[in-house]
Structure formats: C-alpha cells, structure tokens
C-alpha cells in the first residue's frame, strides 16, 4: 500500500573520490529499492548533484543508476517532485520527459493527510547573503545559460564543477550571524497556518517544534545519509 511520503535533500553526487561516489549511489538506489513497495511520493528537496548543466542533446556521464532507480520508482506508481538547488546550474526537460519527475523552481505548498506542507530548498530564505541572491540571478538567467550551452560540454561540465566547488566553500566559511533564517521563514510560514516547513541547503538536520508546527530540516549526505518520512500523521527523520 503506498501511504507514505519520502524526503532527501542535498545528495551532492559528482562531489567526492570514484570510491566515495559508487557508495553513495549504491545507498541511494537501495535506498529508493526499500521504499518502491511504500512510496506514494518522493520530494528531492534540491541538490541531487553537486553540479548539473543539462546540454540539449549530451548528457553528463556517471548517474546511469541513479537515473534508472527513480525511473523504476516512477513506474511503480510514485510521484517525484524535483525542487531545483543552488547547485542545480541548469535544468532543461530530462528530468520530466525520461523520468517523469516534476521539476520546481520555487518553494511550494501542498497537504498531505489533512497537514499543511511548506517544501523547498531553503536558498531563497537565507539571511545575510546579498552576494549569493545576486549570483543565483546571474546564473538563472537564460541568456547568460544559452551563451553557456555553446561552450563545449568537456569545457562547461568542468567549469561547472569548479563553480560548485567554490560555491560550497563560500558556503561552509560563510558567517550568517546568530539567527538562523531559515528557521525564522519557517516560523511565521508556522503562524500562517503550516504544519510542516521542510528545507534542506544548509547541511544540518533539525526538527524544531514551534507553536502548533515543526521546522524540518533534512541535512545532507555528505557526512550522515538522512531521509525524510511522513506518514499516518507523523514525521520522522532517519538513517539511510
């Protein structure tokens, strides 16, 4: 019986050694194996790969797996919901027209069980972080991604993966003072009537109570593989 909502967020793949990439594909495609029988949705709350630049017609090497795992999840009759990361360069129509998977720019509402749903990656509602709002414009923009395209694809996967390095070291040194922001957005999105306000992006797992509501937060898969699971009216965070 599919009766239960799964959640993973900031996977990285592409990031580590060769070594360290087939494990982790080898627990992601077990991972989506144990939840087939179960699953009635999967949110992938941004950040599948540690970079993503999706040429019309040339696909970047690696993720066969991976790709044929959520497929095989989508055939079994779930539903999977791709938020769009800080490291998701570019998305063109893969993800929807071979897998089947919903791609989302923006941060959605949705209820599940009668419960009031928040999701999304979480990058939009940092605080203190001008410089990234106005580097994410830059490299959303169409042009700016047409011009890209036109590299050649050893040349702009290879540039896109030395941006992602540099982004995720901004990141990690990068002081957002003492109030975490994203718990702050999901606290009034709480007070506007929200059970649940999900992110992921900032690689540390929380799940704080707040008047009636919870901030999740799904950590990532860098150091501790999390998942995300609702069902029968409850929220649990655990080990992959």
């Known amino acids: 019986m599919k009766n239960k909502y799964y959640f993973i967020s900031d996977i990285h793949f592409g990031l580590g050694t060769s070594s360290q990439e087939n494990k982790k594909e080898k627990l992601f495609v077990d991972f989506i194996e144990k939840i ?14 540690d970079y993503w630049f999706e040429y ?6 690696g993720y066969f797996r991976v790709f044929s795992a959520l497929k095989k999840l989508k055939w079994a009759g779930a539903e999977i919901y791709y938020f769009i990361g800080n490291h998701d360069f570019m998305h063109r129509n893969f993800f929807e027209n ?16 009668g419960k009031k749903f928040f999701l999304a990656h ?3 509602y940092v605080k203190n972080d001008l410089g990234y709002k106005i580097l994410k414009k830059i490299l959303r923009s169409r042009f700016n991604q047409w011009l890209y395209s036109w590299l050649h694809p050893d040349v702009g996967i290879w540039l896109a993966r030395k941006s992602s390095k540099k982004s995720r070291g901004y990141t990690d040194k990068k002081n957002y003072g003492k109030i975490d922001g994203l718990f702050e957005f999901a606290k009034e999105k709480i007070k506007e009537g929200y059970d649940y306000v999900i992110f992921g992006h900032v690689h540390k797992i929380r799940n704080e109570k707040f008047n009636s509501g919870s901030y999740i937060n799904l950590g990532s898969w860098m150091e501790e593989p999390h998942f995300g699971v609702f069902s029968n009216n409850e929220f649990k965070i655990l080990k992959v």
Request: charged share 30%; hydrophobic share 40%.
């Open 98 to 113: 071979e897998i089947g998977a919903k791609l989302l720019k923006d941060g959605i509402s949705t209820e599940l069980e």
């Open 122 to 124: 979480g990058d939009d």
């Open 36 to 49: 087939i029988p179960d699953c009635s949705a999967l949110f992938i709350l941004g950040d599948l790969f």
């Open 56 to 61: 019309r017609t040339v696909m970047q090497k």
